[in-house]
């Protein structure tokens, strides 16, 4: 009777002992809050951390920027939709960590103090949760599309693969008339353009979505990327969906073989 209790008093304490631990570990991965600050300024972003994290690996790290609806300074606008919306819905099919900093309304990605911010905090979160330089991945979705066209010329060899959804490299009319300080260095709809870029981007992997019905971002813009990048011996795959729409990344971050080909891709 004795060894009984000493037994369940024994059991108990190791229940003590580990509760903080379990605890612990349940606020360190998901959905959580961060914050990056840059010239004085603080900037909030999200960055999802798979269930079974472990800081005894590294761990493949994908930097996700959202489209024009989802800009602010909240930090959380940004987990409703694109890759955030399918982790949701299977977050087993991404063992990574993933980055989600938010663009600042009256922005577009491709202002360079916004992609400065998103690398900082690609930076950071690498940092804290064990990333792999070699197995960091690039994505995005209409202006955030564009954002990934934009980093993946800049730094070219940063990214082991890159996933640009309904995206374009050349600046519509309409930001070229709200924001002429980028119009002067924006490519624009010339082949010359897509044969620069493409050259620039070189053999990064890059596996491109669009919806033929897009009329928000013609397809045009993600056809003539494909073309340029096999011209140019790139490893490129193109995937357009036919009479689909603006809202191609629900599709695009479902297909099934979409993760398995993005952590294939090592630097």
């Known amino acids: 009777m004795r060894f ?35 010239h004085g300024t603080t900037y909030k972003y999200q960055v999802f951390v798979p269930d079974n994290w472990s800081s005894r690996q590294k761990w493949p790290v994908i930097l996700f920027l959202h489209g024009s609806g989802e800009r602010g300074s909240d930090g959380l606008l940004p987990t409703d939709v ?6 949701r819905e299977n977050r087993s099919r991404f063992p990574a960590v993933v980055v989600l900093p938010q663009c600042l309304k009256d922005h577009l990605w491709v202002h360079p103090q916004m992609e400065e911010m ?37 730094h070219p060899g940063k990214f ?5 959804i309904c995206g374009a490299i050349v600046l519509s009319e309409h930001s070229r008339q709200q924001f002429p300080e980028l119009a002067k260095d924006a490519y624009t709809e010339d082949p010359k353009s897509y044969a620069d870029a493409a050259g620039k981007i070189g053999k990064t992997p890059v596996w491109i979505f669009h ?20 011209a140019a011996g790139g490893d490129v795959h193109y995937t357009e969906y036919p009479g689909v729409g603006h809202n191609s990344w629900d599709k ?7 993760t398995s080909w993005l952590f294939s891709k090592s630097l």
């Open 211 to 230: 919806g033929d019905a897009d009329d928000a971002v013609s397809p045009a813009n993600s056809r003539n990327m494909y073309h340029a990048l096999k």
């Open 160 to 164: 082991a693969a890159v996933v640009p």
């Open 82 to 87: 694109g890759i955030a919306h399918a982790i």
């Open 4 to 38: 009984s209790r000493l037994l369940s008093i024994l059991l108990l304490a190791i229940t003590l002992a580990l509760a903080p631990l379990s605890t612990a570990r349940s606020k360190n991965t998901g959905f959580l809050d961060r914050t990056v600050s840059l």
């Open 118 to 154: 998103a690398l900082a905090a690609l930076a950071a979160a690498t940092k804290e949760f064990k990333g792999d330089p070699k197995r960091t991945y690039l994505t995005g979705l209409s202006m955030g599309g564009h954002g990934t066209w934009d980093l993946a010329i800049k």
């Open 252 to 258: 695009a971050y479902a297909e099934p073989d979409l």
